[in-house]
Nanobody, 122 residues
């Protein structure tokens, strides 16, 4: 059974930091592109960042310079380090995987976690 399990969300003040983790299991993810998406209340799910199996990354303009995506293929875990958080970063953060190259399109991802809530207070 394929599983992506996010953790690390919580409540933080503006300017603070959080580190999200996504643990993958159930298939070989070592060659997959892994991505993070988020969804705020009343808004569509949006791309945050993605990383290829060999470390290539791509991030949304809104998080560049603040968020860093990384992965540990030995642990089959992807991380999202979020610094200088803003209230507009609030939302449910989802981990996703696709057995292909980088993409920012959510519909191109095959596997999804259930999400972890991030709330940034002003």
């Amino acid at each position: 059974q394929v599983q992506l399990v996010e953790s690390g969300g919580g409540l933080v003040q503006a300017g603070g930091s959080l580190r999200l983790s996504c643990a993958a299991s159930g298939r070989t993810f070592s060659r997959d592109t892994m991505g993070w998406f988020r969804q705020a209340p009343g808004k569509e799910r949006e791309f945050v960042a993605a990383i290829t199996w060999n470390g290539g990354t791509f991030s949304a303009d809104s998080v560049k310079g603040r968020f860093t995506i990384s992965r540990d293929n030995t642990k089959i875990t992807v991380y999202l380090q979020m610094n200088s958080l803003k209230p507009e970063d609030t939302g449910v953060y989802y981990c996703a995987a696709r057995p292909a190259y980088l993409s920012s399109r959510s519909y191109e991802y095959d596997y999804w976690g259930r999400g972890t809530q991030v709330t940034v207070s002003s």
